[in-house]
Each structure stands twice: as C-alpha cells, then as structure tokens.
C-alpha cells in the first residue's frame, strides 16, 4: 500500500521559515518524481516545486516562488522536501506532496501552513 505522510506544516508569523517534509512508503522512491503542491480553499491546486528522480536531476519551481522555495530529496530517507523562507500571509494554504512515475500518480493528505502575526 503506497503512502505519502507529510508533516512540518504549522502557524508561522510572516518572514518565518518552515520545512515540510514528505515520507513515501510503498514505492521505489528513487524512481518518482517528487512534488510539492499548494492550494487555497476554493481555488485548484498549484505546482509549488518538483524534483525529478536520480536518474536525471532536475528542479522546476513555479515561477513566482522561484527564491523562497527550496527543494529537496532524500532517498537513502524515502522523503522529499520543501524549505519555505520569508513567509508571506499568501503562502497560507494546504500543502500537498505527489509521487509520480509514468502512469502512477499518489497524494498525500496535506499539511496546513497559516502565516499569521
């Protein structure tokens, strides 16, 4: 059974910083493409950042977080994960982590982050 668990989501004051994480169980971790999605009540899921397998190295990040956004993976882990720097009240939403290789496609079941002073 394929699982995606992410965590590190939380209330954070505006600049602050957060690190989410995502543990994948269930595949061969290392031949998915790992991303992070974002979305608002109300509004469609959008593309955060997306990290490709070690088969070929490749990072896109949606234009507008390019700078704040970091991501990574960890295979030896089975984790992938989004570093999010100088968070601004607009970064609040449900944070969700995909796995994908070919036709497979698996979700997890989010992680809020609310920015709030």
């Known amino acids: 059974q394929v699982q995606l668990v992410e965590s590190g989501g939380g209330l954070v004051q505006p600049g602050g910083s957060l690190r989410l994480s995502c543990t994948a169980s269930g595949v061969t971790f290392r031949r998915y493409v790992m991303s992070w999605y974002r979305q608002v009540p109300g509004k469609e899921r959008d593309l955060v950042a997306s990290i490709a397998t070690d088969f070929f190295v490749s990072i896109n990040y949606a234009d507008s977080e390019k700078g704040r956004f970091t991501i990574s993976r960890d295979n030896a882990k089975n984790t992938v994960y989004l570093q999010i720097n100088s968070l601004k009240p607009e970064d609040t939403a449900v944070y969700y982590c995909?796995?994908?290789?070919?036709?497979?496609?698996?979700w997890g079941q989010g992680t809020q982050v609310t920015v709030s002073s």
């Open positions: 995909q796995a994908q290789s070919g036709p497979n496609e698996y």
